[in-house]
């Protein structure tokens, strides 16, 4: 089993800037993409970016290109999203998820899920 935990979530004032953190734990597969998702309210969970076990490979929602980057940390066992220039729509509940492989860019492929953190914009 795979246990993921979600940090960095929180407030901030729209057009304002966080980093999420989130650290594996267990028995991670040998070559793992690390991804973000997303719920905001009354919403469908979707998806925001996943990269690769190398970092080669990286995919993005259209809503987040240019303002989100995805980067990892495979000694640490750590994903990261910087997050910038935040608006109201970005305001959700932030997943992050484990799948053995490449990424994915949709939800029933990623195995591996944790708790979420919540993040808030305020305009």
């Known amino acids: 089993q795979v246990q993921l935990v979600e940090s960095g979530g929180g407030l901030v004032q729209a057009g304002g800037s966080l980093r999420l953190s989130c650290a594996a734990s267990g028995r991670t597969p040998s070559a793992y993409a690390m991804g973000w998702f997303r719920q905001g309210p009354g919403k469908e969970r979707e998806f925001v970016a996943a990269i690769s076990w190398s970092g080669g490979i990286t995919l993005y929602a259209d809503s987040v290109k240019g303002r989100f980057t995805v980067s990892r940390d495979n000694a640490k066992k750590t994903v990261y999203l910087q997050m910038n220039s935040l608006n109201s729509e970005d305001t959700a509940v932030y997943y992050c998820?484990?799948?053995?492989?490449?990424?994915?860019?949709?939800?029933?492929?990623?195995?591996?899920w944790g708790q979420g953190t919540q993040v808030t914009v305020s305009s």
């Open positions: 998820a484990v799948r053995n492989g490449v990424p994915r860019n949709y939800e029933r492929a990623w195995d591996y």
